[in-house]
């Protein structure tokens, strides 16, 4: 049922997207060559010419939003984020509306068509366009949520939900449930054989009976749905549920006991009609990888480009004030727990660990040199790392790597550490931002990397980058 739910509502969105974009496209040509607000100099294009394009639009913009993560139906997004959302999500449908039809105009309009300028749009439709198709998506999205919530409130069209298991998984099937009222459910209670204990309810949530009593709980209580959220030392009793809920009208959900092991998002998988748990999915795939490379790219060789000048002045200070090689190479691990070779700034005299080995470094650490104090002060030292993300090695952001030698004591100590190895490792990251870096709590460190891992998309992305110009450039990580 939420699955189907959802699918509805994301098709609703999809379609409400498309026909918000479409007037956006309209109107942005209306106020650009009708309205007389605008002065018109180069003469006015036929509607015909922009008809021509909206085709393009109203499969480009939910193309774009579904790049951006916007039909992933997240718990907790607040309307603060869905409008950054929509906004680069927009920035994004504009983007490839300018590729293609500029593509169409170059390779497949006719002589003629490209004579009168067919599929050309003006510069300031398009950004007309922008800020409408914001305007109109976001409040669409609003209005939807306000509805819907209205909706609940008032308590029509509930689905009642009855839980079987009161402990640490039936807790988290409440709090889920509670945290997604636009869902329309209504959690009634919980049913548990240690509800003759001392055992009680959980968030005003009553504890009901026992297992044996669901048949007559459910009626009594009018239950639409049942979901199963047992230990893995009570499955046994599954069979006896499904034996007293196969007398009720009512739709049985089992949630898995897998807690101690899912991190990440779950999935399932389909294995020739062999339904398969895939327990650490991550939404870091497939055409999202191709979006975030293209983005490292085209942003670090525009860093490397700003900064050369800075780059030369700090490698003729670090060559001058200490011997040795201007950039410093560390083995690191990135995706997949693969090697490889990270550069750095060289901020400490040579064979600062020939006695001491691996070691973390300090704020006021006597290996560093005096223009390499400043260097780490400023962050500066990482700036090297842009060549790392042009190589392929690295992201913009992402969890920080980490050296070998202590990837081999945390992962033994800190459950779920090695997960923080799915995607490629970054400059700065979630944890960075929010002041996990350096000699910090590497556990709060972890929990913030793979909410990151999770929750990936490219506002996250941009927000991360954001805070990290904001916060100070380039958060220091060692």
């Known amino acids: 049922m939420v699955r189907r739910y959802n699918r ?14 479409l007037w956006a496209f309209v109107l942005a040509y209306g106020i650009r060559f009708e309205s007389g607000l605008i002065p018109v100099t180069r003469g006015y294009p036929p509607i015909e010419q922009y008809v021509n394009v909206l085709p393009f639009i109203g499969v480009l913009t939910p193309l774009a939003f579904q790049l951006q993560g916007i039909y992933r139906l997240r718990r907790g997004r607040s309307r603060v984020d869905d409008f950054f959302a929509v906004l680069i999500g927009s920035i994004l449908a504009v983007v490839l509306g300018l590729i293609s039809t500029l593509y169409v105009q170059a390779y497949y309009a006719s002589e003629e068509a490209k004579a009168r300028g067919a599929y050309e749009v003006s510069q300031l439709v398009w950004a007309l366009f922008l800020g409408l198709n914001v305007v109109f998506t976001y409040a669409s999205r609003e209005t939807v949520r306000e509805l819907l919530e209205r909706r609940w409130r008032a308590g029509i069209g509930l689905k009642r939900i009855l839980i079987a298991g009161a402990g640490d998984l039936g807790r988290m099937v409440a709090d889920r449930i509670l945290q997604h009222r636009e869902l329309g459910y209504q959690v009634v209670g919980f049913v548990d054989d240690r509800a003759g204990g001392d055992h009680i309810g959980y968030r005003g949530l009553p504890l ?12 009594r209580e009018r239950i639409d749905h ?4 047992l230990p893995l030392e009570e499955h046994s009793k599954l069979l006896g549920l499904m034996e007293l809920t196969s007398r009720e009208c009512i739709e049985v959900k089992v949630v898995p006991d897998l807690l101690q092991f899912i991190a990440l998002r779950a999935r399932i998988e389909d294995l020739d009609g062999l339904p398969i748990i895939n327990v650490n999915d991550v939404p870091l795939q497939g055409l999202n990888t191709w979006v975030k490379r293209v983005i490292d790219v085209v942003l670090s060789g525009l860093a490397v480009l700003v900064l050369a000048i800075p780059f030369a002045i700090i490698t003729a200070l670090v060559r001058l004030t200490s011997a040795g090689p201007v950039f410093y190479r560390q083995e690191r691990m990135g995706l997949d727990g693969k090697a490889f070779t990270v550069y750095k700034f060289r901020s400490m005299y040579v064979g600062a660990e020939d006695t001491t080995g691996p070691i973390w470094a300090r704020d006021d650490d006597p290996r560093a040199t005096p223009i390499g104090r400043w260097l780490r002060k400023l962050d500066l030292d990482e700036l090297p790392q842009f060549l790392n993300v042009l190589k392929g090695d690295m992201s913009i952001v992402g969890p920080r790597p980490e050296r070998p030698f202590f990837v081999e004591q945390f992962k033994h100590r800190i459950p779920q550490y090695m ?34 891992i999770e929750n990936w998309s490219v506002t996250l992305d941009l927000k991360i980058m954001w805070l990290t110009l904001v916060r100070g450039l380039f958060q220091r990580a060692y």
């Open 8 to 21: 509805l509502l994301i098709a609703f969105y999809v379609v409400t997207d498309a026909v918000m974009a």
């Open 226 to 229: 049942l979901y199963v959220a």
């Open 419 to 452: 997960l923080r190895h799915k995607v490629k490792a970054g400059i700065t990251g979630w944890a960075q931002v929010n002041g996990w870096r350096g000699n910090t709590s590497i556990e709060k460190r972890i929990e913030y990397d793979l909410y990151y």
């Open 208 to 219: 009901l009976g026992t297992l044996a009593e669901v048949g007559d709980i459910a009626q």
